[in-house]
């Protein structure tokens, strides 16, 4: 069974930076691509960054090249996401996804807020 287990959320002040965390397990995590998405309320679910199953490839939202980094250690099972230079519209729910044997799975997400 696949489980995603994402931390790292928070409160932070615009500019700040935040590093989330994606534990995987159920499955072969380095045959997987890994995402990761947002929700705001709101808004449409988006597509934030993704990176292959080798590491490379990866793929940034418009909105967030430049300031977020998408990485994964394999040995781990664990996929990050560095946030830096957080704005306010940074704001939403952050979900981790693994993309395995044609299907898209889940995490429960966490809660980044920038705020002043």
């Known amino acids: 069974q696949v489980h995603l287990v994402e931390s790292g959320g928070g409160l932070v002040q615009p500019g700040g930076s935040l590093r989330l965390f994606c534990e995987a397990s159920?499955?072969?995590?380095?045959?997987?691509?890994m995402t990761w998405h947002r929700r705001a309320p709101g808004k449409e679910r988006e597509l934030v960054a993704q990176?292959?199953?080798?590491?490379?490839?990866?793929y940034y939202l418009d909105s967030v090249k430049g300031r977020f980094t998408i990485s994964r250690d394999n040995a781990k099972n664990t996929v990050f996401l560095q946030m830096n230079s957080l704005k306010p519209e940074d704001t939403a729910v952050y979900f981790c996804?693994?993309?395995?044997?044609?299907?898209?799975?889940w995490g429960q997400g966490t809660q980044v807020a920038v705020s002043s």
């Open positions: 996804n693994a993309v395995y044997r044609g299907s898209l799975y």
């Open positions: 159920g499955f072969p995590f380095s045959s997987a691509d």
């Open positions: 990176i292959s199953s080798g590491g490379n490839y990866p």
